[in-house]
Antibody
Framework: QVQLVESGGGVVQPGRSLGLSCGASGFMIRTYAMHWVRQAPGKGLEWVAGITYDGSNKYYVDSVKGRFTISRDNSKNTLNLQMNSLRVEDTAVYYC?????????WGHGTMVTVSA | QAGLTQPPSVSKGLRQTATLTCTGNSNNVGNQGATWLQHHQGHPPKLLSYRNNNRPSGISERFSASRSGNTASLTITGLQPEDETDYYCSAWDSSLSGWVFGGGTKLTVL
């Protein structure tokens, strides 16, 4: 069964760091670009970051540039997101997503709450 | 980061046809086309259409997409109660080097 499972969410204070991981099963991520997409409470979907199949290129939404780092380990079939200098406005459900012409496979998401 | 423009809400009757729109510019929708997602809260979003009118396996033929210039559209025919939910468009933006989403349209089936 093709699926993505996120982990690492939780409650963190503003300015602190948190790392998210995403494990894939049923397929190998090495041939796909992968992304993180988030949804803040009561808001719409927002693309956060993406990485090409081989990790050679990384892309970020302006609001997280310099604070978040996306990475992948194709040998372990995992995708990661390191989030530093977290802000209250980063509070959201974070989804791990496979790109295959469109965003075709989504995890169930992990909640990140940034609060004092 | 500028996003795509979707109407916040659309209402149509049972078994009627709804057309949802998504407006961008020549760097995103007008260049790469749009993809469409259906999102029931509490569940992961589901891809309905990619590259304007290609449906993934398992998606009903009631869902069809098109594009005219910088505006993409999703047409849902024979509306059913389970179609009542949120719909998002997205596209790769070549000037931003990133993906952009629309704000989402809440479809109500009366």
């Amino acid at each position: 069964q093709v699926q993505l499972v996120e982990s690492g969410g939780g409650v963190v204070q503003p300015g602190r760091s948190l790392g998210l991981s995403c494990g894939a099963s049923g397929f190998m991520i090495r041939t796909y670009a992968m992304h993180w997409v988030r949804q803040a409470p009561g808001k719409g979907l927002e693309w956060v970051a993406g990485i090409t199949y081989d990790g050679s290129n990384k892309y970020y939404v302006d609001s997280v540039k310099g604070r978040f780092t996306i990475s992948r380990d194709n040998s372990k079939n995992t995708l990661n997101l390191q989030m530093n200098s977290l802000r209250v406005e980063d509070t959201a459900v974070y989804y791990c997503v496979r790109e295959n012409a469109g965003f075709d496979i989504w995890g169930h998401g992990t909640m990140v709450t940034v609060s004092a | 980061q500028a996003g795509l423009t979707q109407p916040p809400s659309v209402s149509k009757g049972l078994r009627q046809t709804a057309t949802l729109t998504c407006t961008g510019n020549s760097n995103n929708v007008g260049n790469q086309g749009a993809t469409w997602l259906q999102h029931h809260q509490g569940h992961p979003p589901k891809l309905l259409s990619y590259r304007n009118n290609n449906r993934p396996s398992g998606i009903s033929e009631r869902f069809s997409a098109s594009r005219s210039g910088n505006t993409a559209s999703l047409t849902i025919t024979g509306l059913q109660p389970e179609d009542e939910t949120d719909y998002y468009c997205s596209a790769w933006d070549s000037s931003l080097s990133g993906w952009v989403f629309g704000g989402g349209t809440k479809l109500t089936v009366l």
